[in-house]
């Protein structure tokens, strides 16, 4: 077999050098060369392993061209993990040879929650835990206190690839953790573990070996700064799922959301809540995102807010202050920063409230990320009721997404939202007319449709 050889390749404009130097000769910039594995070209497609079959196409010679009516229909298997909010997140189950990222902040809950997964599949399916930051002891000593069965759990505590490839070979585990993919390390490469190249050469070599022999492969990523996943973004190109794993410290609850998902829909929510026994399911989470205020509260608005496909209530919070700076801060915490922006312009042309003069925070209770637009009309309520220091009415719930030119714009799945928010006792919901049914009523909430800016702020005030 030729030998791989390495190269030098810009991360910035993907030039490629035989020689490490300080400068791109291409791009000019400083620092960018990063060393990388040049596989040699195969005549012949590799068929190595093929336990559960492998990839049918390469196996069987040089793929040919194929009419989608020939191609065999065989649904992929599936396992259910035993946790069902993580099944909801993966898409309904757990696919063979499945390669899935799991990222989330240091203490949210990685390492526990694949270690709780490990333990329920249990004797179903050979497992193996491959631990590059903790000791054997470590993870021994939390599956003891999270009441796992011990017998079937299997670690390693080992950060060479080549090293964890081989003993994987030969104990053929169905399921595989490595946690955490930034520790790992490939003998072909001299840079430093948690490189962008080590971290992309051991994730190939993962990724060849889950297609390879249909294990169904778990990577933990840590989470940089800015909110991805550390390592180059070709990691999640690589692999079949990403999932983020959300939530603020101080609060009990966690979110686990799929960002991309080969085999299932994207934005789907898993809830968990983190008990001395490890993490629960919260399988009905529609009201755990509402604060518990005596009364009303200047600054607070409920929304509806539907992720995947169940809808859940959430509070956002907005404070508004005369500010001291001659660019006032916009902080938004759990929403797109833009937005705000965009939002406090439309209330000025459309709404005729100012708030230039204003620094203006704005957060979703929970540590919750809510990323759909039907956020903008509670968020605007939210900043009106704090800029006027008056609650907004009791029992008010609002949806609905905010035009450029001051137009309230419907959101999918109006009746089901107005349904839920209902079902828990809310008197009164702002929504788009055109979300809002003719009879202006739901069960007992009455449901107020506006068209215009205008007609929420009204809705806003207490009747
Ligand atoms: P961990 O799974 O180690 O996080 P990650 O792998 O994402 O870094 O989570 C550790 C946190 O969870 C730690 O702060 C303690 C807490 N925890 C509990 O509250 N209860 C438990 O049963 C366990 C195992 C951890
Ligand atoms: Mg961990």
Known sequence: MAKAKTAYV????????????????????????????????????????????????????????????????????????????????????????????????????KSTLLLQMLGTLGATLPSL??????????????????????GPLHALAETCIERILEQASSARPRVLVIDSIQTIWTEMLTAAPGSVSQVRESAAKLTRFAKETGTSVFL??????????????????????????????????????????????????????????????????????????????????????????????????????????????????????????????????????????????????GGIRVQETASDVPVLMAVLSSLRDRPLPEKTIAFGEVGLSGEIRPVPNGEERLKEAATHGFRRAVVPAANAPKRGRVGDMEVIGVERLGQAIDASRDA
């Open 129 to 150: 835990y491959v631990t590059g930051e903790e000791s054997l002891g470590q993870v021994a000593q939390r599956a003891q206190r999270l009441d796992l069965p011990l």
């Open 220 to 365: 933990v990523g840590h989470v940089t700064k800015e909110g991805g996943i550390a390592g180059p973004r070709v990691l999640e190109h690589m692999v079949d799922a990403v999932l983020y794993f959300e939530g603020e410290s101080g609060s009990r609850f966690r979110v686990l959301r799929a960002f991309k998902n080969r085999f299932g829909a994207v934005n789907e929510l898993g809830v968990f809540a983190m008990s001395e026994k490890g993490l629960r399911e919260v399988p009905n989470p529609s009201a755990i995102f509402l604060s518990a205020h005596a009364g009303p509260t200047p600054g607070s608005a409920v929304m509806v807010t539907r992720e995947g496909t169940r809808p859940l209530l959430v509070e956002v919070q907005a404070l508004v202050d005369q500010s001291s700076l001659g660019n006032p801060r916009r902080v938004v915490l759990g929403l797109e920063q833009n937005r705000l922006a965009m939002l406090l312009a439309v209330l000025h042309r459309h709404g005729g409230v100012a708030a230039y003069d204003q620094d203006v925070f704005v957060n979703v209770v």
């Open 10 to 109: 810009c991360t910035q404009c993907g030039a490629e050098h035989s020689k490490w130097q300080g400068q791109c000769a291409e791009c000019n910039e400083w620092n960018v060369l990063s060393e990388f594995v040049v596989q040699p070209a195969k005549p012949n497609a590799v068929a190595t392993g093929t336990r559960r079959g492998g990839y049918a196409g390469e196996a069987a010679g040089a793929p040919r061209i194929t009419p989608l009516t020939e191609v065999l229909l065989t649904a992929e298997a599936r396992t259910n993990t035993g946790i069902g909010e993580l099944d909801r997140v993966l898409g309904g189950g757990l696919v063979d040879g499945s390669v899935v990222l799991i990222g989330g902040d240091p203490g949210i809950g």
